[in-house]
Antibody
């Protein structure tokens, strides 16, 4: 079955860190670019970060100000997002998403169910 | 960054009506635009890419058009199952960030 399963979310204090993971299955992960997209409760979609098929090229939303790092391990069919210096504005469901091709500057064709990150004191 | 502005933010229409949603880019993006549908409680799903190419399996009542800065998503005959929020997304040349429009919520009158 083609699927993306996220993990690693939870409740964290402002200024804290979290590492999200995404396990991919059912498709050729090492040929496909991936991204993280977040959706705050009751709000719209916000692209967070993307990485190309081999991890060489990455991109980030300007609003993150260098606090997040995306990475992948093709041997493990896994995508990661290291989130540092978290603020309440980072509270959202974080979705692992697949691009329809090897480059992250592209559209998305598969979404994971998401992992909820809550930043609260 | 490229800003994407959708209008209207919400609309209510009758079953069978023709519905049009607009998405405007803050600079030209050629045809590097996708549309997604997010039904209540569900994940977003790709409808259209390259501004006008319908994804396989998407009903033909959905269509997209536009080039440069102005784009439209049209539902030719609104059905009850089309109740959802619709988002546009630009994927113009990198490494500039990707971006979504704010969404348009479609309801049945």
């Amino acid at each position: 079955e083609v699927q993306l399963v996220e993990s690693g979310g939870g409740v964290v204090r402002p200024g804290g860190s979290l590492r999200l993971s995404c396990a991919a299955s059912g498709f050729t992960f090492d040929r496909t670019a991936m991204s993280w997209v977040r959706q705050a409760p009751g709000k719209g979609l916000e692209w967070v970060s993307g990485i190309n098929w081999n991890g060489v090229s990455t991109g980030y939303a300007d609003s993150l100000k260098g606090r997040f790092i995306i990475s992948r391990d093709n041997a493990k069919n896994s995508l990661y997002l290291q989130m540092n210096s978290l603020t309440v504005e980072d509270t959202a469901s974080y979705h692992c998403v697949r691009h329809d091709g090897p480059d992250w500057v592209w559209y998305f064709d598969l979404w994971g169910r998401g992992t909820l990150v809550t930043v609260s004191s | 960054d490229i800003q994407m502005t959708q209008s209207p933010s919400s609309l209510s229409a009758s079953v069978g009506d023709r519905v049009t949603i607009t998405c405007r880019a803050s600079q030209g993006i050629m045809n590097f635009l996708a549309w997604y549908q997010q039904k209540p409680g569900n994940l977003p799903s790709l409808l259209i890419y390259a501004a006008s190419t319908l994804r396989s399996g998407v009903p033909s009542r959905f269509s997209g058009s536009g080039f440069g800065t102005d784009f439209t998503l049209t539902i030719s005959s609104l059905q009850p199952e089309d109740v959802a929020t619709y988002y546009c997304q630009q994927y113009y040349t990198g490494p500039r960030p990707l971006s979504f429009g704010g969404g348009t919520k479609v309801e049945i009158k």
